[in-house]
């Protein structure tokens, strides 16, 4: 049973567009919200989190968006770089507990194109 | 270090030998989780020192993985008569104690059972 989802495994977008990427979660419970970059061969990047007593956190080019009643959240990127091809990945933690593990998505492969 | 170092960076090993992999952490910090992709697929979580705690073991596979964190920093996971299906990529995080769940990662070891 996936907790967190990502629908979509890849999304190719043109260099200065807006790239959208979405991910869905089942968990009322969590709390705390995060995107990952990865590049092959590398780990995760910590990219930008949001908690959910908000609905949007923005850094720079980076915008994550967070709609609770819909248990959605997305990640905006604009204008759009080639350096920003990569996996990118969701995960959602929860309160309550002592253990504060992440939950992943699967990840989409972001394709910029020049 | 500044960041989350993890080693050996590659490891092939045959069916059925034991390995160690070695994971430490950002200075200071004191949670410390493993987590593996497999290939494919998203991170999945494995076990989780915060503190002096008992660990939380709940996403081991199976009794052959053990993992332990020597005086609150570097920690070892081991894996006993490994099995092909643990082929994957083994990933170390730490983070601040306190800190909303921002997650660092290490590189990743990347383990190849034959």
């Known amino acids: 049973d996936q907790q967190v989802k990502q629908n979509s495994p890849s999304l190719s977008v043109q260099e200065g567009r807006i790239s959208i990427l979405n991910c869905d979660y089942t968990?009322?419970?969590?709390?705390?919200f995060l995107w990952y970059k990865k590049y092959p061969a590398e780990g995760p990047t910590f990219l930008i989190s949001?908690?959910?007593?908000?609905d949007k956190n923005e850094d720079g080019r980076f915008t994550v968006f967070l709609n609770k009643s819909a248990k959605h959240l997305s990640l905006h990127i604009v204008p759009s770089q080639p350096g920003d091809s990569a996996v990118y990945f969701c995960?959602?933690?929860?309160?309550?507990?002592?253990?504060?593990?992440?939950?992943f998505g699967s990840g989409t492969q972001l394709t910029v194109l020049p | 270090g500044a960041g989350v170092s993890q080693s050996p960076s590659n490891k092939v090993t045959e069916k059925g030998k034991d390995v160690e992999l070695r994971c430490d952490p950002i200075?200071?910090?004191?949670?410390l989780y493993w987590y593996r992709q497999s290939l494919g697929q998203g991170l999945e979580f494995l076990i989780y020192?915060?503190?002096?705690?008992?660990?939380?073991k709940s996403g081991l596979p199976s009794d052959r993985f053990s993992a332990e964190r020597t005086g609150g920093s570097v920690s070892t996971l081991t894996i006993q008569r490994t099995q092909q299906e643990d082929s994957a990529v083994y990933l170390c995080?730490?983070?601040?104690?306190?800190?909303?769940?921002?997650?660092?990662f290490g590189p990743g070891t990347r383990l190849t059972v034959l």
């Open positions: 200075s200071g910090h004191t949670a």
């Open positions: 020192f915060q503190g002096n705690s008992a660990p939380d």
């Open positions: 968990n009322s419970m969590f709390d705390y």
């Open positions: 995960a959602a933690s929860g309160a309550g507990g002592s253990a504060r593990q992440l939950t």
């Open positions: 995080a730490s983070s601040l104690l306190g800190e909303a769940d921002t997650q660092y």
């Open positions: 949001i908690s959910s007593i908000k």
